[in-house]
């Protein structure tokens, strides 16, 4: 909830494909975007891995953002190739890495949902400034701290404060998010979001997501939300059910933005920050209330398929695609 610095440099640094080992597929090209953002130790220089299928013509493209357990092969990038055989561009931030993290699941504010929010921005804007990408077709989905980015980038006064006069993000999908944070003024920039939830997370759960969509609804959103029955936190993986007993789960919090623009945890009562979204001497009272430990999830087969195709028709609708 911190004062949101202006996104700085922005370059493009293009590099050969054998660069990339887990490579996303034939003949896609890779560059890496840079920019600088903010981090609670001063301004970073963060990177974005871009991928562009081959031909000339301008393409769409999707931003993947990662979640607490940062980038890896079996989501961001499999996203990834599964966009490059739609032939959809795709833009994979890091925001650990330049922060010095590996993973946000014990701390969540190591790496703050602002800090990320800022990077979203920082690469969608050097990504609308690429030859090959049509600014007005670029969408972001986002899974869990980076599906809480996907939701609240489409928020009007998130998209102005970072990016007053740049691009607007054209299509959100929030995977899982954490859905903690209510801001009063619910308008969103009218990009559509689809909101995908799993009916059995723990790790998030959905109490607050459905709130968060009635408020936006309620605010004029074209917003689709879909609960996956049975479905516990990242369906989308790969392997066998996990649990982290030290992981943060901040489940049973939320900040909610008062009319006098300062934030209260509903659950403690505790007035967490000011009307400049800076957090005072309670916030940790309030974290103490409602924050608790143990976080778990698992994949599944039926709603990973689903979510996927979900996304895939989401794309095709919104960017007009074939």
Known sequence: MARLPVIGFISILLLAPAAYAPA???QVQREVLSFTAPSRNGPVTVTAELFLPPGDAKLPAMLLHHGSGGVTDTREYAYAREFSAMGVASIIPDSFTPRGVKSTMADQVSVTTNDMIADAFGALKAAAA?????????GIAGFSKGGAVALRSALRVIADRYVPDGPRFALHVPFYPACDT???DTRT???PILMLLGAADTYVGTESCRSVADSLKAGGAKLDMVIYPNAQHGWDGVGAAWSQPNGENWSKCF??????LSW???????KTAGADGRPNADAPKALAVCRTR????GPD?????????ALKQAVRETFKLN
Request: glycine share 10%; proline share 2%.
């Open 294 to 297: 143990g976080v778990s999830g």
């Open 130 to 138: 690429h030859p090959r990408i049509d600014a007005t077709r670029i």
């Open 182 to 184: 209510h801001y009063r």
């Open 24 to 26: 996303v597929h034939a």
């Open 301 to 309: 087969a039926a709603a990973k398929a689903a979510s996927l195709a």
């Open 189 to 191: 920039t009218g990009a």
């Open 264 to 270: 209260v945890e509903q659950t403690s009562g505790i």
């Open 255 to 260: 900040f909610v933005q008062q009319a006098d």
